[in-house]
């Protein structure tokens, strides 16, 4: 576990790191500096996913193992950062003695910029994740464009999941926090997947959100990953599945909601659950264009 974890005036603070975009030669993607640039960003930018596994070094600190069993992480991205920028995850002090939590949880940069912002909880706290406390409102099908063909409701296609340690390994060349968990052994056995991972392999919709099929450049908007009961684990079979929840604009985007569930194959019991958001730029889409 990394050593530069320090606790001041009731806030737990993580060690500030320097993510790289490793994704900047994906053309038409809003990580590539000149896509980015064209839809008003300052360069290519980092997706948010990869700041969610800052904070798992944080909750072992105060919590030990507890949040990867039964523990959330529920953030709403503000600000897009970009190659090499610094980042560090504060949360909240827990109160010690309490086994059912939650507490404020941001991403911020050295010059107090918030880069996301949400809570994180361990056990089962009674109140709402700060996503899943936001009042989700559809907007009328008249007002979009982009996704005018997407409905609230819509079920993803499941799909089984295998995860070997190979591809998790992977994954962790993108991620500045390499637990030992990750690569191999756990107390659980095999080694667990990241957040990151975790959003990685619980994505649905990909096949109906590609620049090349709505035209349009996308990112991330928030993110909530919660074990119920976690970890994930490798080489274990599981089934991913979900649906449609928001479908809405904004002044600037066009996005959607859908939340997903990860169960054990053969048992059906739940393993973890996500919230997610993708937010579709009008300024990059024909739709929009005026002459």
């Known amino acids: ?14 060690g500030w790191r320097e993510p790289r975009n490793l994704w900047r ?12 640039h064209k839809v008003g960003m300052r360069g290519g930018t980092i997706p948010g996913t990869i700041h969610l596994s800052l904070f798992p070094p944080v909750m072992l600190k105060v919590s030990g193992d507890k ?14 950062t970009t190659d090499r920028e610094k980042v560090r995850a504060v949360i909240a002090q827990p109160p010690e003695g309490v086994s059912d939590v939650q507490v404020e949880a941001k991403i911020e940069m ?14 089962e706290p009674k109140a709402l994740s700060y996503l899943q406390s936001m009042d989700l409102k559809n907007s009328d099908p008249e007002e979009l464009r982009i996704l005018s063909d997407f409905k609230p409701g819509y079920e993803f296609k499941p799909r089984d999941l295998l995860i070997t ?5 992977k994954g962790l060349t993108a991620i500045t926090d390499h637990l030992d968990y990750y690569k191999g052994k756990s107390p659980w056995g095999p080694g667990i997947l990241s957040p990151t991972a975790m959003n990685r392999v619980m994505a649905l919709g990909a096949e109906l959100t590609a620049t090349s099929t709505l035209n349009a450049v996308a990112f991330y908007g928030a993110t909530e990953i919660q074990n119920v009961n976690g970890p994930v ?3 274990v079979p599981y089934k991913v599945h979900g649906k449609l929840i928001c479908v809405g604009a ?8 859908y939340d997903s569930i990860l169960e054990d194959k053969e048992s059906g019991k739940q393993i973890a659950k996500m919230r997610h958001m993708n937010r ?8 929009y264009q005026t002459n």
């Open 1 to 14: 576990m990394p050593d530069d974890i320090t606790i001041k005036n009731g806030f737990v603070y993580g």
């Open 25 to 36: 030669n994906l053309k038409t993607s809003i990580h590539d500096d000149s896509t980015a």
């Open 67 to 80: 949040w990867f069993e039964k523990g959330s992480l529920s953030l709403y991205y503000t600000f897009a």
């Open 110 to 123: 050295p010059d107090g910029k918030i880069v996301a912002k949400g809570t994180v909880s361990v056990g």
């Open 165 to 169: 340690q190979e591809q998790v390994d």
């Open 233 to 235: 684990k490798v080489g």
């Open 250 to 257: 904004s002044p600037k985007t066009e996005y959607f909601w």
């Open 280 to 287: 579709f730029m009008k300024a990059s889409s024909p739709l």
